[in-house]
């Protein structure tokens, strides 16, 4: 184990995209790898922190010398944060659901030769991050969201930390010309109460290194 100034600190850290079930062998999902969560869950352990990682089902194997906790959907990965807590700090980096498909079938869905496809019907998933912002006592003292905006990227993240009541968001362009989805690097900004910090583009793990950096500078 590392020693470090998070040592004696428990971070959760979300990561992965969340599947929600359409039938036995189909589910809705999204593009994210994992990787950026990955990262800041290993510079956190890497500053000393004992690490819960609650991730979805993702493309990269989860680091070593962290509680690794799998879930498959939105409300699976909000029972394991609940689980988990409390902690000092939480990083909301997985791409959650935002809808479950509500009609999902025990059997798999067939084609009834009508040529009429099923029609999915569709609730919202709890936001694990808002929930975690308004815990009142159980709160983690430091709460990051993250926020993949395509569009107007600082605006948006700026209402959305408000929104969320989280402390700090990190927004990234995942326009798909950025290539961030899936890929090495990150361009983000990070918007608190006090405003917004644009970091050079840079490879996901220095910008969990930095991320990490920042948190155990809050939790001193
Ligand atoms: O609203 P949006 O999905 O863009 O917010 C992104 C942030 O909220 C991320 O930190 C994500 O992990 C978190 N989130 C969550 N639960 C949801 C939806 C998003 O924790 N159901």
């Avoid at 040592?7 to 790898?33: K, L, M, Q």
């Avoid at 089902?57 to 909000?78: F, H, K, N």
Wanted: aromatic share 4%.
């Amino acid at each position: 184990v590392q020693r470090g100034p998070l040592t004696g600190r428990h971070a959760i850290v979300t990561s992965g995209p969340t599947h929600e079930p359409i039938d036995p062998v189909r589910y809705i999902a999204n593009r994210s790898s994992g990787a950026q969560g990955r990262a800041i869950a290993e510079a956190l352990r890497d500053l000393g922190a004992r690490v819960t990682f609650v991730s979805g089902p993702a493309s990269v194997a989860p680091p070593d010398g962290v509680d690794v906790v799998q879930v498959e959907t939105a409300r699976e990965m909000r029972d394991a944060v609940e689980a988990a807590l409390p902690a000092d700090v939480a990083v909301m980096a997985a791409a959650v659901a935002d809808w479950r498909v509500t009609n999902a079938t025990d059997q798999k869905m067939k084609k009834d030769g009508s040529g009429q496809p099923p029609a999915l019907e569709m609730a919202e998933n709890p936001d694990i991050l808002a929930w975690v912002s308004r815990l009142g006592l159980k709160r983690p003292e430091l709460v990051v969201g993250f926020a993949a905006e395509t569009d107007d990227v600082v605006e948006n993240a700026t209402a959305k930390r408000r929104r969320k009541g989280c402390d700090w968001i990190v927004a990234n362009d995942v326009s798909p010309d950025s290539g961030v989805m899936g890929g090495p690097q990150n361009t983000v900004t990070i918007i608190r109460e006090t405003g917004a910090d644009s970091w050079p583009r840079m490879p996901k793990a220095d910008v969990a290194i930095r991320l990490a950096r920042e948190i155990s500078e809050v939790l001193q």
